[in-house]
């Protein structure tokens, strides 16, 4: 699925983005800086991952996840402020040529958070 020019938009401005798994009984809810994610020239996302050990574990059982991501800064339908719903599914890496592209901007992470949208919607 093709990353929208919007969303690209809002990564370039500061926001939280909220990453929701589910394990068997509860959903889980993590978040990272929208500075954080990179693109990939197949319109997959990059997160770098410190901790995320539940989202790691929940992952092991479904690959499916929410995330969303915004910014006041960025033009949205009506007015200055924007965000996107995607669906996606998302695996850990923890090497290889993309790992080793994060890890050189982010050194302190221990794996990448790939995610492949199948769905992404602009809320606001």
Known sequence: MEIPLKMS?????EGVVAIVT????VPHL?????????????NCL???VGGMKQTENNLSQSQQILMTLGS???DGFHSKGTGFLIKATADFL???S?????????PWCRAIL????QNITQTL
Not at 30 to 42: A, G, L
Not at 98 to 106: G, L, N, Q, R, S
Not at 114 to 117: D, E, L, N, V
């Open 9 to 13: 938009e809002v990564l370039q401005h």
């Open 22 to 25: 589910q394990n068997n009984t």
């Open 30 to 42: 993590v978040n990272t800086w929208n500075s954080y994610i990179h693109i990939t020239p197949d």
């Open 46 to 48: 990059l997160v770098p």
């Open 72 to 74: 006041r800064e960025v």
């Open 94 to 96: 923890s090497k290889g």
């Open 98 to 106: 993309e790992y080793d592209i994060m890890k050189a901007k982010f």
């Open 114 to 117: 790939k995610i492949h949208p």
